[in-house]
């Protein structure tokens, strides 16, 4: 079975400091992985997402992750969070098969101090 | 496009009552997810839909819920009767395949039963 663990509930970041948001998947085969925002009342935002390739990706937003299949991992990093970056994100891994499905996390809560 | 499209954006029923949402996907995608995403349980995938065939409808929790898809642009998700534990944020995503392989969800409804 798929899965997604995001170890974080909540992080806190100083505006202008740098974020990684973690994230480790489960999947038996080769995933195929996202990450979506989430404001407040609001629905799923994509972020980015990787197939194959490059195992550094880019997003909007100023958003990257980075691919570790030996780790099975695909964190999500900024290198300068701004306050508007205040949500909730969630990392999920699906397959490339038709019949493959989308399986999130639990997400991680951003929290941005002045 | 306008993406995916749901109906209504809140809705508040009492215990008992039918509740039907609405799902317009993005068109020529093939597939459509519905999610629920509760405090608990984080974002569970109800069932999905393949050229408006149900595919995979081992999510939905109770034969109180039901999906249909009648077309290609159109789908619904019925819960009858409702219960106050069945208030959470449903989401519809669809998804096309190929090169622009990914999902796109729609704003969710945010359903309160009292």
């Known amino acids: 079975a798929q899965s997604v663990t995001q170890p974080d509930i909540h992080i806190t970041v100083s505006e202008g400091a740098s974020l990684e948001l973690r994230c480790n998947y489960s999947?038996?085969?080769?995933?195929?992985l996202f990450w979506y925002v989430q404001s407040p009342g609001q629905g799923l935002q994509l972020l980015l997402k990787y197939f194959s390739g490059d195992t550094l990706v880019q997003g909007i937003k100023g958003f990257e992750a980075e691919f570790k299949r030996s780790q099975s991992s695909f964190n999500l990093r900024k290198p300068s969070v701004h306050w508007s970056d205040a949500a909730e994100y969630f990392c999920?891994?699906?397959?490339?098969?038709?019949?493959?499905?989308?399986?999130f996390g639990k997400g991680t809560m951003l929290l941005v101090s002045p | 496009d306008a993406g995916v499209i749901q109906s209504p954006r809140h809705e508040v029923t009492e215990m008992g009552q039918e509740v039907t949402l609405r799902c317009k996907p993005i068109?020529?995608?093939?597939?459509l997810f519905w999610y629920r995403q509760t405090m608990m349980r984080g974002l569970e995938l109800l069932i999905y839909?393949?050229?408006?065939?149900?595919?995979?409808d081992s999510g939905m929790p109770e034969d109180r819920f039901s999906a249909k898809m009648p077309n290609a642009s159109f789908s619904t998700l019925k819960i009858q009767p409702s219960e106050p534990r069945d208030s959470a944020v449903y989401f519809c995503a669809s998804r096309s395949l190929g090169p622009h392989y990914g999902y796109t969800f729609g704003s969710g409804t945010r359903l309160t039963v009292v």
């Open positions: 839909f393949n050229n408006n065939v149900p595919i995979d």
């Open positions: 068109s020529g995608h093939d597939y």
């Open positions: 999947y038996g085969a080769t995933p195929y």
């Open positions: 999920a891994v699906g397959g490339n098969s038709g019949y493959s499905t989308l399986t």
